[in-house]
């Protein structure tokens, strides 16, 4: 596992710098048309939920019954608990990180003032919702490459219109692309971050056989974003057949990847 690392770290970075791409859209795409973020939402969580159940949680499982053959499914099912209770109280703590009144029509507050704390205060918000994802890309792909390469795929398809929710009312008030793009920047940051506390836990911390418990947390906080996020946002931006688009073209492609990546 050592040799992966450094790519997992890679992958965090590269699924948390997404939202630098979400500020792009901001500039670039109508406030009005967001049917594409809508299917983008749906293939997210069509990833995220497929490889949940038929990849993350079976790897649990195995990485388990070596030293509790008998119990190793009941161990994985209290991990899936934990991880929901984690994204629960992450949610119950901080208010949701994405203002859909505010990302799709931003004339609603009119003082620019604000127009920026609403996106310095999503900025802060997304930090802290994006931690864990950081820690849940870093341990799936430390312990197997191509299943986090999947997970950091879907991470970053949603972590771009957070980069939106935070990019948009920065530029509407201040005028400026920079400081939108750099704030929109920095608020997927927390996710390399989360890694790097994951590998200081996985490295010094957390007995090898807490890995397997780790991995079914992480499935339980990935399908509570799904379900929680990126589902109810996919059908605000489009509509539900836009969204169902997205979550069945989420499945096939990430089951095809993984036929041709085993």
């Not at 703590?93 to 609403?118: C, G, L, N, W, Y």
């Not at 802290?128 to 490459?145: I, Q, R, W």
């Not at 790097?196 to 911390?205: P, Q, T």
Request: hydrophobic residues 55%; aromatic residues 10%.
């Amino acid at each position: 596992m050592p040799h992966n690392i450094v790519i997992a770290l890679l992958l965090t970075l590269f699924a948390g710098l997404a939202t630098a791409i979400g500020s792009v859209f901001a500039f670039v795409v109508k406030k009005d048309n967001l049917k594409a973020l809508s299917v983008g939402l749906g293939f997210s969580a069509g990833v995220m939920i497929f490889l949940s159940f038929t990849d993350i949680i079976p790897s649990a499982s195995e990485m388990l019954k070596t030293n509790f053959p008998i119990k190793c499914n009941w161990i994985v099912y209290c991990g899936f608990i934990i991880g929901i209770c984690i994204a629960v109280l992450i949610d119950y703590f901080i208010p949701d990180h994405i203002d859909e009144k505010e990302f799709t029509h931003p004339d609603v507050v009119s003082a620019d003032k604000r127009m920026q704390r609403a996106g310095l205060l999503t900025a802060v918000a997304i930090c802290v919702h994006n931690f864990p994802e950081g820690m849940a890309t870093f341990l799936t792909a430390s312990h197997d490459l191509t299943l986090g390469a999947s997970v950091a795929l879907a991470i970053a398809i949603h972590n771009i219109p957070e980069g939106i929710a935070v990019a948009l009312p920065i530029y509407h008030s201040t005028g400026k692309k920079r400081y939108a793009t750099l704030y929109a920047a920095l608020s997927g940051l927390s996710e390399p971050v989360g890694a790097a506390i994951g590998m200081i836990l996985l490295h010094f911390f957390m007995p090898q056989i807490m890995i397997g418990v780790a991995m079914a947390a992480v499935a339980g906080i990935m399908i509570y974003i799904s379900f929680d996020t990126l589902l109810p946002l996919a059908r605000e931006f489009g509509n539900w057949h836009l969204s169902m688009v997205g979550i069945i073209s989420g499945m096939l492609f990430i089951w095809v990847s993984l036929l041709l990546l085993p």
